[in-house]
């Protein structure tokens, strides 16, 4: 009966140490498992979003075509608006090189005051003079201040 007794003692103790290993890593296991879980959940917008990546990328690569092909229709409008002015342009280019006057008649008074006109050349003469002398004193061409 001892030898039962210490049986049943070895057995016991074996299974509580093969079930308490057990539980050690099946518990530690679980619990990794859940904070895996756990970190995937908080993941999960961000990896929601991924799945629109390709639709966002595609939308935007036909926006840039759409505002290529604004631009060129623009082109187009601007071509044709200045071919249809450039008549209109020469014209008033034209019209801006014949108006003046060439060859005109110039009018004279009736009457002439040479008193006036000899005073007047006089006084134009004098102050030529006169700068002519201060230059030729400033360049030390004749005696000077």
């Known amino acids: 009966m001892a030898f039962a007794n210490a049986m049943d003692t070895s057995r ?3 299974s509580r140490n093969l079930g308490g290993m057990a539980a050690n890593i099946y518990g530690g296991n679980y ?3 859940r904070q895996n879980q756990m970190q995937a959940a908080q993941l999960a917008p961000q990896t ?3 799945n629109y990546f390709d639709a966002n990328q595609m939308l935007n690569a036909g926006r840039l075509r759409d505002v290529y092909n604004q631009n060129v229709r ?8 200045f071919n249809q002015e450039r008549p209109w342009d020469a014209l008033g280019r034209y019209q801006q090189m014949i108006q003046g006057n060439y060859g005109g008649v110039q009018t004279r008074p009736v009457y002439q005051n040479s008193t006036g006109q000899f005073f007047g050349n006089l006084s ?3 102050g030529a003079a006169t700068e002519g002398y201060n230059f030729g004193r400033d360049m030390g061409w004749w005696g000077g201040p």
């Open 74 to 81: 623009n082109d187009d409008v601007n071509r044709w608006n």
């Open 48 to 50: 929601a979003q991924l």
């Open 12 to 14: 016991d103790t074996l």
């Open 31 to 33: 619990a990794n498992e």
């Open 124 to 126: 134009a003469g004098v």
